[in-house]
C-alpha cells in the first residue's frame, strides 16, 4: 500500500512556471519508478514525464525541453518543473508510482488523486 500527495496545481499564466510536488508514504519499494501523466476533458490520459529510482528519465515530445523531473529518493518525492507553460498544458495532472517487488519482479501501480493545472490569461 503506497499512498501519494499531490500539491503545487493551480492558476497560471501562459509563459510562466509552476512545480508540482508528490510524496510516497506507506511501504515503498526499492524498485520503483515516479511520474506524472495528465489528461484533459476529453482527452486519453497521457505520460508527461518518469523518473525510475536509478535516476533514468522520459518525457513526452510536448514538454521535452520546458518540463523537468527529479526525485528526492530519501525523502520518497518526485517533483515536476513546468516552465514556459502553453495554454495546452492544461490538464489534471496525476501522481504515479509503480513499485517493483526486488525477489519476485511483480510490479504494484499507485495513482494520485490528481492536481488541477490551468494555464490561461
Known amino acids: 500500500q503506497v499512498q501519494l500527495v499531490e500539491s503545487g496545481g493551480g492558476l497560471v499564466q501562459p509563459g510562466g512556471s509552476l512545480r508540482l510536488s508528490c510524496a510516497a508514504s506507506g511501504t515503498i519499494f526499492s524498485i520503483n519508478a515516479m511520474g506524472w501523466y495528465r489528461q484533459a476533458p476529453g482527452k486519453q490520459r497521457e505520460l508527461v514525464a518518469v523518473?525510475?529510482?536509478?535516476?533514468?528519465?522520459n518525457y513526452a515530445d510536448s514538454v521535452k525541453g520546458r518540463f523537468t523531473i527529479s526525485r528526492d529518493n530519501a525523502k520518497n518525492t518526485v517533483y515536476l518543473q513546468m516552465n514556459n507553460l502553453k495554454p495546452e498544458d492544461t490538464a489534471v495532472y496525476y501522481c504515479s508510482y509503480r513499485g517493483t517487488h526486488e525477489t519476485t519482479g511483480w510490479n504494484y501501480d499507485y495513482w494520485g488523486q490528481g492536481t488541477q493545472v490551468t494555464v490561461s490569461s
Open positions: 523518473i525510475s529510482s536509478g535516476g533514468s528519465t
